[in-house]
């Protein structure tokens, strides 16, 4: 089994910036992608940027341009800076990975960390 531990969500201004962090622990052979999630009071869970293996990143359209999601294999890390926050960015934002801990991957979710952005 693995873990994934949130770091670095908070309160903030529009216009400001925030660096999400996110690590995986445990039984782990192999990541396949890492990405956040965002879940705002009363919406569903919405991708908001993910990374897989070899590099390549997707972003949602509201976040292009403003979000950067990134990774260190090293440290089975994925991070998410974020600048320009709005205060639609406000929600609960969730870490996710697939991860082969035994002969299949499965999915992996963080405890969330709550991003508030005042106006």
């Known amino acids: 089994q693995a873990q994934l531990v949130e770091s670095g969500g908070g309160l903030v201004q529009a216009g400001g910036s925030l660096r999400l962090s996110c690590a995986a622990s445990g039984s782990i052979f192999n990541i396949n992608a890492m990405g956040w999630y965002r879940q705002a009071p009363g919406k569903q869970r919405d991708l908001v940027a993910a990374i897989i293996n070899g590099g390549t990143t997707h972003y949602v359209d509201s976040v292009k341009g403003r979000f950067t999601i990134s990774r260190d294999n090293a440290k089975n890390a994925v991070y998410l800076q974020m600048n320009s926050l709005k205060p639609e960015d406000t929600a609960v934002y969730y870490c996710?990975?697939?991860?082969?801990?035994?002969?299949?991957?499965?999915?992996?979710w963080g405890q969330g960390t709550q991003v508030t952005v005042s106006s």
């Open positions: 996710h990975a697939l991860i082969r801990s035994g002969s299949d991957y499965s999915d992996y």
